[in-house]
C-alpha cells in the first residue's frame, strides 16, 4: 500500500474521530454547567465562564486537528 492510499483513508477517519471526541467532549461540559447551576443559581456567571473557557479549548483542538488534516491531505497530490 502506498502512502498516498493510507493518508486517504485514515485522514478522514482521524478528522472524524476527533470531531465525535469534540462533540462528546462538549456535550458533557456543558450538561455539567447545567447542572451545577441548578444547583447553585447564584454562582452562574463563574460557572459560565469557566464553561466558555473549556469549551474554547476543546473547540482549539478540534481545529489543531483539522489544520494538520488540511497538511497531510497536501501530501496526497
Known amino acids: 500500500m502506498d502512502y498516498r492510499v493510507a493518508l486517504s483513508i485514515f485522514v478522514p477517519m482521524g ?3 476527533a470531531a465525535v471526541g469534540s ?3 462538549l456535550g ?3 450538561s455539567a454547567a447545567m447542572d ?3 444547583r447553585q443559581p447564584e454562582a ?3 460557572i459560565l465562564v469557566n464553561m ?3 469549551c474554547a479549548l ?3 483542538l478540534t481545529i489543531y486537528s483539522l ?3 488540511f497538511q497531510l491531505m497536501g501530501k496526497i497530490q
Open 44 to 46: 452562574s456567571t463563574k
Open 58 to 60: 476543546i473547540e482549539a
Open 36 to 38: 451545577a447551576t441548578a
Open 23 to 25: 462533540a462528546l467532549a
Open 52 to 54: 466558555i473557557a473549556g
Open 28 to 30: 458533557k461540559a456543558v
Open 15 to 17: 478528522l472524524a474521530i
Open 67 to 69: 489544520v494538520v488534516s
